[in-house]
């Protein structure tokens, strides 16, 4: 068996999912040895660290885990996962991780750093959960015109409209611990980042696929989903979905910005 790189150790408090399903507008039911619907492991193993050993982007700074490549900018690219078998709220559990991948690459843009991290989640000394985590670094933002975004399909069987706030995106900050600025400081985001506002976390746009997948499909197997384009807290998105267990997110001007693939 592999040695991991990193393990963590959570009790998987029922509070906490209970209050990431307000978050996300549902009225919050999950009881203690509940299955947890997918991705809720998201709010879960936390790595607090103090001030000082934070980048300016409110992430942890690089070292260790996921090396330092001299590359400002963080941004989650996508992901894949293995449902197993359901974890539980309430009850403990260890997160192990490796990492499978630290590469640097010259992309169009400049260049690009790219992390997979390879976790497992066990309960009860089974593991329930798979998941690789694709990580891309790169350069501050120049002056030149921002590349252009895909176009979505416009296929969908149906969709579901989903609009965000300042307020749902520093919620879900908070029950993720993810400190990344660019998701609460409007400012920073727009003057150091060079976004048009306030960024949807991608995490959040895959877990409404998720949910969504699941409310079609029953108990979920697997998901693959892709970040192409970042959303903005001020705009309306639409969740597509085709009958074949693809979906995406598609943008208020037709561009993509997530696509995926549940089984």
């Keep these: 068996m592999d040695t ?3 393990i963590l150790h959570d009790v998987m408090d029922t509070a906490r999912a209970r209050a990431l399903e307000a978050t996300l507008g549902q ?5 203690t040895g509940a299955a947890l619907p997918p991705f809720f492991h998201q709010i879960y ?3 607090p660290r103090p001030p000082e050993a934070l980048g300016r982007d409110g992430h942890p700074k690089v070292g260790g885990l996921i090396p330092d490549m001299g590359l400002p900018r963080r941004m989650w690219a996508g992901g894949r996962l293995e449902f197993l078998t359901p974890l539980r709220a309430g009850q403990p559990a260890a997160r192990r991780t490796f990492r499978e991948k630290a590469v640097q690459k010259q992309g169009r843009t400049g260049p690009l750093g790219f992390v997979t991290l390879r976790h497992e989640i066990w309960q009860d000394d089974t593991c329930c ?9 790169r350069e501050d933002p120049g002056d030149g015109p921002k590349p252009t975004p895909p176009q979505a399909r416009q296929d969908e069987d149906t969709y579901e409209t989903a609009g ?3 307020t749902t995106l520093f919620r879900y ?3 993720t611990f993810n400190g990344h600025r660019i998701h609460y400081d409007e400012e920073y985001s727009r003057t150091v980042e060079g976004y048009d ?3 949807v976390h991608g995490p959040l746009l895959a877990q409404l696929l998720m949910l969504m997948a699941e409310r079609r499909l029953g108990q979920l197997r697997s998901f693959a989903f892709r970040a192409t384009s970042p959303l903005m807290h001020h705009e309306t998105a639409q969740l597509c979905w085709k009958n074949d267990g693809i979906c995406w997110v598609r943008g208020p001007d037709g561009r993509q910005c997530m696509e995926a693939q549940a089984g």
């Design 4 to 6: 991991p790189d990193q």
């Design 27 to 31: 009225a919050p039911g999950l009881s």
């Design 45 to 47: 193993f936390w790595e």
């Design 129 to 137: 959960l798979r998941e690789w985590q694709d990580l891309v670094y």
């Design 164 to 166: 965000f706030n300042s």
């Design 173 to 175: 900050s908070a029950l």
């Design 197 to 199: 506002g306030l960024v």
